[in-house]
């Protein structure tokens, strides 16, 4: 079952020994180059520096709520020293700009979905540019039509916008 990221962010996470919220997520690290959840960012509730929670030590996502076995599941960014590279690289999915592969503006990136069984983003959900607006509200883009990912930037393919303007066209009431 697919989720949304802006379903989690704010969640509670909850262990499962004790049966207490642990922390609260606040963020995702994200690899920009295979769009690869890495790592969920955590406020705790018993220190003020952010923790990290990894997909594999998640039991359980019931909407908003994370279960995992206890806080010892929680990892400082020293302890996870093959993932520091993608956490301070700090790539930022919302808000990054789409365009085509041919430079046209598509919009920006306001939230996107994700399979948290594999922990990969399956599809990014755009806003269109002020003038694509008035023919479409959101696009939803899939994972596949993604060709390229930058720091702000994300490529997608050229027929993605063709497709798209012909179902404008189809769907526009007549004058």
Known sequence: MQKLCSELIGGMVFGIQNGQEIGRISNFVVSSSDLKIIAYVVEP??????????PGDIRLMDGPKV????????SEFDELIRFQHAITEN??????????SSGKRIGKVIDFMFDPEISYITKISVVPTLLKKLLVTNLLIDRADIVDTKPGLIIVKDNLVKSSESSAKVLAPDS
């Open 91 to 100: 790539y930022k999915i919302i808000t990054s700009r789409v365009i085509t």
């Open 45 to 54: 509730n018993f220190t003020k520096n952010n923790l990290y929670l990894l």
């Open 67 to 74: 279960l995992v076995n206890s806080e010892e599941n929680l």
